[in-house]
């Protein structure tokens, strides 16, 4: 199911005066938690939150922990197909038939879905022990045993009159006007970045759905390859994805790879008889086919399976109906599976990291940087790459570089795939926090006088070292991959997207700039980030190249001539102090 996406926001008019920051409710339908979905909460509150600095709180937990709690969740948990009509406290008793709810909530994809945690995965299997294969009459069901259920009323007409409407959780992303009322009403730019990231991050309740249809997955690939693992990847858990965005998803063999320790004393070592291929991609490519077939032919839910086997990466691509999801599903791609845990650590760093990156997305989104189908234009990792590089090369750094985690590492951190050096520290504990204070406002300004200056003609970003390098190559845009050092994530952008980004920075941070001077802001009018969301002349076919880039000219010495004016009183205004 597509996510809406945030088209350019309109000049509305507004009646009211800008006041307070307008509260969204919200639709949660968690129950009682144990130990587990405690600590859960308590990691939704911290990436809920964003401050100024490096915030001295709770011991953070590593990637990989947080990870192993969301699967063993996942695994106590069903999904269900439920009728539109229902009484939820029906729902919940005669669920709790088969042991202790500890968490639930609705939602809403091609019909009405319950998401079911149990406190133990005994009854889990207990439900289905006493489930039932549906009959079709003409048709013929696939007698496949899953945890996905389609929930039933003996007698309808009974329930509906004690019906008890239950509330869905929202998983989509907010419509561009009321993004914009959002904005509007927020009380400073910092203020702004902020709601914008709690507005577009994913919530609690679709983390647990994406570790569920991952569960779900495996337990397809399990009937081939026992004990093998699928974990999702990417933007459903490096704290960076949006909602809507895609489920990525990783089937990890190493663990059916493996040879036991134990029992391996003595004269003799088994081993298991298998088929060879010639390469581990015809293997890859081999694994992945029959996968596909599998979920096409026998996984509920899935449905437009293609199989991509000669890409780069093989993948299976399909929707996941149920949950919403557009899905690809890859193996032998760890290195992708160590990106997610880099990019983890440094949303975890410093709070501000993660409303950066969603605002600069969000604004390259409206003005067509971005886009979901695959081209010329930059992509959302590499616009998150140029973020982390920009708040290495903050003074004091707010973020370290790669080389520095790399050399806090300790032996049990040490990484190496398919001969790249992917090793950095992971315990975020072990990690000096920035102290540096600057605001999002000032940082979100900045970063567009950064990049607006930026000599691409000449320079590549690498975050390993946090410095600008010699291009290895003539790319317009050249951004080194963290860990396969010898390619550019970027590569594929061209020279005239990347000019209309260049474009578009500097007009963003001449916008900015007028912000300082004119405020307070126009009653009736977008101000701040909202601002920046508008429809711009660098966009505009309507506009002339010549005019739009003389305009463009004369803002980027407008924005020279005022920040040496102003730098030491942009400062102080900005900095505010560390909080302990």
Not at 340 to 360: M, P, W
Not at 366 to 383: K, Y
Request: with cysteine; hydrophobic share 35%.
């Amino acid at each position: 199911m597509a996510a809406r996406g945030v088209g350019l926001l309109i000049r509305l008019p507004l009646c009211v005066q800008r006041r307070s920051r307008v509260q969204r409710p919200t639709c949660r339908r968690l129950s009682c938690a144990g130990p587990v979905a405690s600590d859960l909460r308590r990691e939704e509150q911290h990436l809920g939150a964003v401050e100024t600095g490096s915030e001295h709180k709770a011991p953070k937990k590593t990637f990989a922990a947080v990870q192993d709690e969301r699967r063993e969740q996942a695994q106590r948990t069903i999904l269900l197909h439920c009728p539109n009509k229902i009484s939820e406290k029906k729902f919940l008793k005669y669920l709790s038939q088969h042991g202790p709810i500890s968490n639930h909530f609705f939602y809403e994809s091609f019909g009405l879905y319950a998401l079911v945690e149990f406190c133990q995965k005994d009854s889990v299997e207990s439900l289905q022990s006493e489930s039932r294969i549906p009959s079709l009459g003409i048709e013929a069901a696939i007698p496949f045993r899953s945890r996905f259920f389609s929930l039933k009323l003996k007698n309808p007409s009974s329930q509906i009159s004690e019906h008890s409407c239950v509330k869905s959780s929202n998983q989509l992303p907010p419509s561009s006007k009321k993004l914009f009322e959002l904005l509007y009403y927020a009380e400073s730019i910092d203020d702004q970045l902020s709601t914008l990231l709690k507005e577009f991050q994913l919530t609690e309740e679709n983390i647990r759905l994406r570790h569920l249809t991952c569960s779900l997955i495996e337990d397809v690939a399990a009937a081939y390859f026992p004990h093998c693992t699928v974990r999702p990847f990417g933007s459903s858990v490096n704290t960076f994805g949006k909602l809507g965005c895609d489920l990525d998803m990783f089937l990890d063999l190493d663990e059916t790879g493996k040879v036991s320790t134990h029992k391996n004393t003595g004269n003799f070592l088994m081993e298991f008889q298998v088929k060879n291929v010639p390469s581990e991609r015809i293997a890859t490519q081999k694994i992945l086919s029959v996968i596909g077939e599998c979920l096409d032919h026998f996984g509920p839910g899935c449905v437009g399976v293609q199989k991509i086997l000669n890409a780069r990466c093989p993948l299976v691509r399909f929707s996941h109906q149920a949950s919403g999801f557009q899905c690809d599903l890859t193996t032998n791609n760890r290195i992708a599976l160590k990106s997610s845990e880099l990019l983890y650590i440094y949303g975890a760093l410093d709070s501000r990291v993660r409303a950066l990156v969603f605002s600069v997305r969000c604004w390259a989104r409206v003005h067509s940087l971005t886009s979901s189908i695959p081209g010329a234009w930059i992509t959302n990792f590499s616009l998150t790459m140029m973020v982390i590089f920009f708040l290495q090369r903050r003074s004091p750094p707010i973020l370290p570089t790669l080389d520095k985690l790399k050399n806090l590492a300790d032996t049990e951190d040490k990484c190496i795939i398919e001969g790249n050096n992917c090793t950095f520290i992971r315990d975020l504990n072990k990690i000096k926090p920035s102290e540096n204070t600057e605001t999002l406002e000032l940082l979100l300004k900045e970063f567009f006088e950064y990049f607006g200056n930026f000599t691409f003609s000449k320079n590549s970003i690498n975050i390993r070292q946090g410095r600008e390098v010699n291009k290895p190559d003539s790319s317009p845009l050249h951004i080194q991959n963290p860990f396969e050092t010898s390619l550019n994530i970027s590569r594929n952008v061209s020279q005239s997207q990347l000019q209309k980004f260049v474009d578009l920075a500097r007009e963003s941070a001449w916008i900015l700039q007028q912000e300082d001077k004119t405020c307070p802001p126009s009653s009736k009018q977008p101000w701040g980030l909202a601002a920046l969301l508008l429809p711009s002349v660098a966009t505009n076919k309507k506009k002339s190249k010549k005019s739009a880039s003389e305009r463009i000219k004369n803002l980027l010495e407008s924005i020279k001539s005022d920040s040496t004016e102003n730098s030491t009183n942009t400062d102080e205004k900005r900095t505010l102090g560390t909080q302990t």
